[in-house]
């Protein structure tokens, strides 16, 4: 199961941080995190979720979901909505909304009227809402700028405080192809995760590194001390942590 996961990320608790950004170094897969808080969420009762779609399609995490011990489907159109883009540009080709840029408004506008407007329609009759983003990096693959990226997620940092009881989770692919941007947006939340590869390279026991960050009201890092590093490894039921002491590798 996922448990050991989110209790190492601090993200185990029914009440979350406002804004929370996982940083996917290149070449590591921090997909499960998705997978994992989504899972988490669906099981505490009367908490809305709003999953939107832009690295992988919702059947993925309807498959990642039943691997991990639950059920998308049952939860789907009740306490659980879904932005899929991936799905509709593949439906709808070129005739997507995703793929056509209306007069004044740029992708991650239209992205964020229509994340507003499913969390209006569906924040009141909740006791929670958390928004998850799976991957901001297909933005830049469709078109949009790093401004216009950086843009919709303060705007999303925003809708978070707007609200009590409201989490915005966003990772970002490729973290250190897209640094600055990455620190921008880490910067706008509470808790940073680091995705990252092993210095020591390929471990059969290990797929990689999480650093757990916390940030302060000022934009800054938490102190060494503060900062907790874990080891994982994704089995295909499960997701397993460690200390590095545990298994001897060297991080």
Not at 118 to 127: D, H, I, K, L, T
Not at 160 to 186: C, F, G, H, W
Not at 236 to 248: A, C, L, Q, Y
Request: hydrophobic share 40%; glycine share 8%.
């Amino acid at each position: 199961m996922a448990t050991s996961v989110l209790l190492a990320c601090g993200l185990n608790e029914q009440k979350l941080p406002g804004f929370v950004h996982i940083s996917e170094e290149s070449n590591v897969d921090g997909s499960f995190l998705i997978s994992c808080i989504l899972g988490q969420r669906l099981r505490i009762s009367n908490a809305g979720t709003l999953l939107v779609c832009l690295q992988h399609h919702y059947q993925h995490y309807f498959n990642a979901g039943m691997r991990l011990g639950y059920n998308t489907n049952i939860f789907q159109g009740k306490t659980l909505g879904v932005i899929d883009v991936l799905s509709d540009m593949a439906g709808e080709g070129l005739a997507s909304k995703w793929l056509r840029q209306s007069e004044g408004q740029t992708l991650t506008d239209q992205l964020v009227e229509d994340i507003r407007a499913q969390v209006e329609s569906n924040y009141a009759s909740r006791n929670s809402y958390t928004v998850l983003i799976d991957n901001l990096s297909i933005l830049f693959n469709l078109g949009a700028s790093k401004l216009q990226v950086q843009q919709f997620c303060q705007d999303l940092a925003a809708l978070a405080k707007e609200r009590d009881n409201l989490t915005v989770i966003t990772k970002l692919s490729n973290s250190d192809i897209y640094q600055l941007t990455d620190n921008n947006v880490a910067k706008l939340g509470q808790v940073r995760i680091q995705v990252l590869r092993l210095k020591s390279g390929v471990f059969r026991e290990v797929d990689g590194k999480l650093l757990i960050e916390r940030v302060l009201d000022e934009g800054n890092y938490a102190c060494e001390e503060t900062r907790k590093e874990v080891l994982y490894k994704v089995n295909d039921r499960n997701v397993k942590v460690f200390t590095p002491g545990e298994i001897g590798v060297k991080v």
